[in-house]
């Protein structure tokens, strides 16, 4: 196969300049337009800096980010080649498609990469264009080319059973304070569904001890693109080493120890066993990986912290609750595939065709 640089393509691993301290990806600036057009001045289109920063916030930093990195490679790729990024024909996209393809990529990578590109035109008010109907098409037949080779399919992390949370406990050291908080990171992630964002963004005050178990408070997530938020009730647990509320209050006792009254919830440790600032977002894939293999859970290199997230909405629907009782406890979409593909695993035994035939 051959090379991203020999196929006139950056490969996907190479890193692009960091941007400085407060900067924003260009991605989400609003296009300039300084001409008159209908009356209108240059004093009609501008925009302060503060402005500018509130509209890069209004989208989530990791989309900003992945998305000025895939505009980033194409436009690079266009200037290289002589071809025009902006407005781009149809034919430069699907040929730059087919490039990603030659160079190997995974195939969310490609779907990421033409989601970018239209991105920007739509940003830049090109509605509509570049047409994608080519680029798909060969993207359609580099992905049967993969099955029909054997290749490996979307990595998906799988989901964490209850028998294998127990398990991840169990490899805490409880006496300890990481033990303490990496069983209630454990717990919390799978009994709330939780993306490691949401986990992290956590602080003492969103959580809360009522009659039933816990109230806690998601003040904003992915599909929560007002930050309306949302209040999740998880219910009190049958068996000491996961109940929910128990390593609520283990992990509460050891913030008080420390200082911390207020402020993040989950948090670092160091080897001194001194209490830090926030726990990051790729820490927290760390952590539960380690455990993973520690327990000696099934595929344990390959779970990651949505294990726990899969994992919250299977053993839901094999316990027999509804779709869209898992879909807002989850805070996923209505509709959302995801969750219909957790669903799909499960059926796929509990209604199996051959289950009682007698083989």
Request: glycine content about 8%; proline content about 6%.
């Amino acid at each position: 196969m051959r090379s991203g640089r020999e196929t006139g393509v950056h490969d996907e691993r190479e890193t692009l300049p960091a941007p400085a301290a407060g900067e924003r990806p260009p991605i989400y600036a609003l296009p300039e337009n300084t001409g008159n057009d209908g009356g209108h001045t240059a004093a009609d289109y501008a925009l302060s800096a503060r402005t500018q920063e509130r509209i890069a916030d209004g989208v989530p930093a990791n989309t900003r980010r992945a998305y000025a990195r895939q505009w980033a490679l194409f436009t690079g790729w266009c200037a290289d080649h002589g071809r025009i990024a902006l407005p781009a024909t149809a034919h430069t996209l699907a040929e730059y498609t087919s490039l990603l393809c030659e160079a190997g990529q995974a195939p969310a990578s490609i779907e990421q990469a033409i989601a970018a590109v239209r991105t920007m035109h739509r940003l830049a008010g090109h509605t509509g264009r570049p047409e994608t109907e080519s680029a798909r098409l060969a993207l359609r037949a580099y992905k049967r080319d993969r099955a029909e080779a054997g290749g490996r399919g979307q990595r998906e992390a799988p989901p964490i059973t209850i028998d294998a949370l127990r398990a991840m406990v169990s490899a805490c050291d409880l006496d300890t304070p990481i033990g303490r908080r990496d069983r209630l990171l454990l717990v919390l992630g799978l009994a709330l569904m939780g993306r490691r964002s949401e986990l992290v963004a956590l602080t003492r005050e969103d959580v809360r001890e009522v009659a039933d178990g816990l109230e806690v408070a998601i003040r904003t997530s992915k599909t929560d693109k007002d930050s309306a938020g949302e209040t999740i009730a998880i219910p009190r647990g049958s068996h000491p080493l996961t109940d929910p509320v128990a390593a609520w209050r283990d992990w509460l006792h050891v913030l008080d120890q420390a200082g911390h009254t207020s402020g993040r919830l989950l948090r670092r440790i160091n080897r001194h066993r001194a209490i830090g600032p926030s726990l990051g977002a790729d820490a927290v894939n760390t952590i539960v990986r380690d455990l993973a293999v520690r327990a000696n859970v099934p595929s344990a290199e390959m779970v990651t912290a949505h294990s726990l997230r899969a994992g919250g909405a299977t053993v839901a629907y094999a316990a027999g609750v509804p779709v869209a009782v898992i879909a807002k406890h989850g805070r996923w979409a209505p509709a959302s595939p995801v969750v219909l593909r957790y669903i799909r695993a499960v059926d796929r035994w509990r209604d199996n065709a051959m289950r009682n035939v007698g083989l």
